[in-house]
């Protein structure tokens, strides 16, 4: 019985959650109409619509590409800098290292939108402006990177990389055959969280960006809305469509990811 | 490209063995570079920008304009000509006091619900933990049509002035499920099960249970949680662009970041946007000041 309660507590709440999701799905299959209803007529579902939004939209496909090589390229940058950056920090003793620590620590600190304004002017002047690198090269340095990699870097004992720098081992390859094979969970964690947010980016591309063609799918999706306001079946499906990778990405990543963020977020 | 970057790094080590600074320079390069050129300059440029009237094409400062600006965000000095802007505070306060409570309640509820270790709970678990995979773009594109007037199920939610604001904050709830159930989840499941039974054979009712042991057990995530919550609440802007795309109904909806967004972009009024940008790191720095200081007195394990 009181198994039975909880079933449906956990039933009710998991409705509640996905509501939204199955509303549009559900409006999304339920063809062109003004007067949409809340369940489709089931006999009657139309899913050729996830075709007609690339006929509707010749773009689409040119802005999931740009969502993709953009997210990728940060998230391979992001762990690049980080992985570079945290090596010193974590494992090295040098003068003014406490002072990079609070330089890396600051930019924390600072919300990317207080610094939206001179960065925007900078890629105008440099004539980044509807170019891939505009979406890029602004995100390579993570402050939340470079420490979430030198705790990892720390669980490697000192001893064993002045051991093998004393040995002749030079100090890149401690890196790259020692230190980062060591620390793949923690690199698995921010690789997933550096794309999740790349791809879900909304404020810098829809400032960057004037020309359609290097749209990104975020802000393609919501200029989709507003150019289809007649109908609903369009842009829903459009909406299910740029969701699909991230939802990928997370239900393959999900535990790494989940582990990676609680090991500092619980343990404080 | 990285072979002479390697090398560089092998020559410094090697002419002086005992002096590792070149060396971690040389790897702490790219960051430090990066760093300079869009945090550390643009955020000084912004600082230096707020104190001038900036002219619109070059986008060089042109005529001092002292604290003109910053009083003028406070409603304070002549130039208010019936902006209403320390609105647009108090609106981001409003806004974050609606979100991050409601987030905490029900994520931890859900996470409660599925602490219990029964079967097929790992589906419910993966369904709960679904929405940090929706941005907040698709989320707002989502719910403008749930909103939407013609659906005739909230048919004036986001024109009138008294629902609009907790209409955005449905939806940020919504997105930001996802992410506190899963930490606080994982809080939940840390907490040793030997401290869940004697609790038991001590007799303590379910309710005492929760309020003395699992509620100060899983208050360091809920702190994280407040903390990054509360912070994203301010820096708040695409779920307002998409689901209302102007001040709001009677101006209700025109948080910071969004008044910063109209300055820059819709005015070109580059030193007022400066201005409001400064005003936001400090309003997220004393926030996280006082947060520091909560931190040292919750409960630690």
Known sequence: ?268 | MMDLFHRAVMASSRLHPGRETVSAFVYLAPALILFAVFTFWPFLRAVQLSFFLVDRNTFEPALWFGFGYYLRAFNLGETALGDDWIRSIATTFQFTLMVVPFTLASALALALLAVSKVKGIGVFRTIYTSSLAISLASAGVIWSLIYSPNLKIFETILTDARTALPAVALMTVWTNLGFSFILLLAGLQAIPKDLWESAKIDGAGSWRTFWHLTLPLVSPTLLFLLITGTIGCFQAFTQFKVLIDSVGPDQSTNVLVYALFTAFWAENNYGFASALSVILFGLLLLLSLAQYRLDTRVHYQ
Request: aromatic share 14%; with cysteine; proline share 6%.
């Open chain 1, 1 to 268: 019985m009181k198994k039975a309660l909880l079933y449906l507590f956990l039933t009710l709440a998991a409705l509640a959650v996905l509501f939204p999701l199955l509303f549009s799905l559900s409006l999304a299959l339920q063809g062109e109409t003004v007067s949409p209803r809340i369940l489709p007529d089931f006999t009657r579902l139309d899913f050729t619509v996830f075709a007609q939004v690339f006929a509707k939209e010749p773009l689409m496909g040119r802005w999931i590409f740009n969502s993709w090589v953009v997210s990728i390229s940060v998230t391979a940058g992001v762990l690049l800098v980080s992985v570079l950056a945290a090596y010193p920090l974590a494992l090295f003793r040098f003068r003014g290292q406490t002072f990079v620590l609070f330089l890396f620590l600051s930019t924390l600190m600072i919300p990317w939108e207080s610094t939206i304004l001179p960065n925007y002017l900078t890629i105008a002047l440099w004539g980044w402006k509807d170019s891939y690198q505009a979406l890029i090269v602004p995100f390579l340095a993570s402050g939340f990177g470079i420490f979430l990699l030198r705790q990892a870097f720390k669980t490697v004992p000192a001893e064993l990389h002045e051991a093998a720098v004393m040995e002749g081992c030079g100090r890149s390859r401690f890196l790259w055959a020692i230190l980062v094979p060591l620390t793949k969970p923690a690199l698995a964690t921010l690789g997933i969280w550096a794309f999740l947010n790349t791809w879900n980016q909304y404020y810098w591309p829809l400032l960057v960006i004037d020309n359609p063609v290097w749209r990104t799918t975020q802000v393609g999706i919501t200029a989709f809305r507003s150019t289809e306001i007649a109908s609903y079946n369009l842009p829903m499906a459009a909406t299910l469509i740029v969701l699909a990778p991230t939802v990928l990405v997370l239900f393959a990543g999900q535990k790494q990811l989940v582990e990676g963020l609680t090991a500092g977020a619980v343990k404080g």
